[in-house]
């Protein structure tokens, strides 16, 4: 069962949630108080307050491994509902064989393992040493309190900087929560030189001191505001109470690439709207299934999940009656998966973007049906090995092109276009906030690396994300009508590394397609033993180049001499 300090912390989550789930504040989805005849405790039809009391009883009984037997299948699990933030009580202790901990002699505050973990488990604080050294003072122990004392940092950014503007300086902490990691060393990659996080075995001692590290971040408040600063969007999830909407506790893959975008997504939400301002409407896919896995959901907001293709119809059906109401200041996200939108729903999302209705959509773009067994989709890479796309003595992997959703979507009226990765953490936070603060149609397609379907490891999700970018895999790319009438003008591929090449250039030569294909397990069979990459990987790499060409002839960008 998850330590007592984790159960409190998502109670208190839990209770604050439930506080703002009410019908006038979220997708008309609240509960009224409904009680049965036939048995003595209300039926699940509770007030918010009440429910997260009542279904206590369910997580409790999931974490003991006695659900099964005990509980019985009330209207509640019929109706398919669950509350805000469950997540939080779920132990994933358990799984991996490792876990990170933290040399704060090295740390930077850079924030990049907080805003890559998948799993909300790198969490941070920046706070007065007056505020830490209170808290330390409670801890009788001396040799425990030097323990805890070593979780926080003097780094330029917090302590330097502020002394030489004549403020108040702060210490920056890194803790690590061991019942919502997973051990897919992330944190440690995306570190990088700094060698601030390394992974260490997973023993009953470095749970016991992440354990007793979490005990010491729940008791500190939050972040000082003056730390968190609006220009430095990195920052965000320093602001744990206001941005971390998304709690963790998520049934998804060790390093999942679709959970760092999604994180991220609430953070900058949860900034510029708080979490009474906004509602989701899932199409199925990993993200529903790993959002919803009875009885843990991550998510502190209003959430819903629909059918394989319809959720932009869902969504439309929500937003009009949201206007009705004259709540025009809520914002409404939509949540699928490459299939959902580039596939099986394609023509609900395109009925969504002509509508001119304010719905904010966002892609989880894994290149696969990673949730039914890794079928190839319509955004799956010519070449790309899949299921119901092999690669075997007659067919070489995907033979069909790959569709360009953001190219398609740029040609509806009128409509807010964006390709970012979640390794991209400024172009991502300012993309969302750009979509969120256009009134009509955005579609925010995202690279998300499918460890298990892409064949690459745990830890690779940004750095795929990356090379993925730098190879023209998937340009990032703005297209906000607000900047002019003409798609030049319209159009902004700002961001990608040498914009007016072909190629970005580094000592090893152009970083091409072949290059990525080179990286990932997918593509393996493409390459003999010498190395070389067969013409059907040529192929495909000569169809994203000139995908990238389109680009910046759109954009009107100089095109490379021939």
């Known amino acids: 069962m998850a330590e007592s300090h984790t159960v409190h912390r998502a109670l208190a989550d839990l209770d604050r949630a439930a506080r703002s789930f009410r019908v006038e504040e979220g997708l008309e989805s609240g509960f009224t108080l409904e009680t049965s005849p036939e048995v003595d405790r209300p039926l699940f039809g509770l007030d918010p307050e009440r429910q997260v009391a009542e279904f206590g009883r369910v997580t409790a009984a999931y974490q003991m491994g006695t659900a099964s037997e ?5 209207i509640g699990l019929a109706r398919s509902l669950i509350p805000p ?27 990049e393992c907080v805003t890559e973990c998948p799993d909300t488990a790198i969490l941070a604080k920046a706070l007065p040493p007056a505020t830490i050294d209170a808290d330390l003072a409670r801890v009788e122990e001396r040799e425990r309190a030097d323990e805890l004392r070593a979780h926080w940092s003097v780094t330029k950014k917090f302590h330097q900087s502020f002394e030489k503007a004549g403020e108040a300086p702060g210490l920056f902490g890194i803790f690590v929560d061991p019942s919502k990691c997973k051990g897919c060393a992330e944190c440690v990659d995306v570190c990088g030189d700094h060698d601030a996080l390394r992974m260490v075995p997973k023993t009953e001692e470095t749970l016991a001191e992440a354990r007793r590290a979490m005990g010491h971040f729940d008791r500190l408040p939050d972040s000082a505001e003056h730390f968190v600063r609006e220009r430095i969007a990195v920052d965000r999830m320093l602001a744990c109470e206001k941005t971390h909407l998304y709690v963790g506790g998520a049934g998804s893959c060790a390093g999942c690439g679709e959970a760092s975008a999604l994180r991220m997504l609430m953070a900058q939400v949860g900034w510029e709207k708080g979490r ?30 629909s059918l394989f293709e319809n959720a932009p119809a869902v969504a ?52 696969v049906y990673s949730n039914t067994g890794g079928q190839a989709s319509t955004a799956s890479f010519p070449a790309q090995n899949a299921k119901m796309a092999p690669h075997g003595t007659a067919q070489k992997g995907k033979l069909e092109a790959r569709k360009d959703l953001a190219r398609i979507a740029m040609m509806h009226p009128d409509c807010f276009v964006a390709q970012t990765t979640a390794a991209h953490a400024n172009h991502f936070y300012k993309t969302v906030s750009d ?34 970018v730098e190879s023209r895999t998937f340009p990032l790319l703005t297209y906000d009508p607000r900047r002019g009438a003409s798609i030049r003008e319209r159009l902004d591929l700002r961001g990608n590394p040498a914009v007016k090449a072909d190629w970005k250039e580094d000592a090893e030569g152009p970083v091409d397609f072949v290059r990525f294909a080179r990286s990932e397990g997918r593509f393996r069979k493409h390459f003999d033993a010498a190395g070389a990459p067969s013409s059907e990987l040529l192929a495909a790499q000569a169809e994203i180049l000139h995908g990238w060409r389109t680009l910046q002839e759109l954009a009107g960008v100089p095109q490379p001499a021939a």
Not at 85 to 109: K, Q
Not at 291 to 303: A, C, E, G, I, R
């Open 70 to 74: 005990e509980l019985p299948a009330d």
């Open 85 to 111: 933030g469950t997540g939080a009580l779920r132990d994933f202790s358990y799984v991996g064989t490792e876990v990170p901990v933290f040399a704060n002699e090295n740390c930077v505050a850079c924030m």
């Open 276 to 305: 009474e301002r906004v509602g989701l409407v899932a199409a199925t896919g990993c993200n529903t299934v790993y959002s919803s896995t009875y009885p843990y959901n991550p998510f502190l907001v209003p959430w819903t999940n």
């Open 316 to 367: 439309m059906g929500v937003r009009r009656r949201w206007d009705q109401k004259g709540w025009h200041d809520k914002v409404l996200w939509v949540i699928g998966g490459d299939g959902a939108m580039f596939d099986i729903g394609f023509g609900s999302l395109s009925r969504m973007l002509a509508s001119g209705l304010d719905i904010n959509v966002i892609v989880l773009d894994t290149q």
């Open 435 to 468: 979509a969120m603060s256009f009134r009509g149609p955005s579609v925010v397609v995202t690279y998300t690396t499918c460890q298990p379907e892409h064949g690459v490891g745990d830890a690779d999700s940004a750095r795929q994300a990356r090379l993925a």
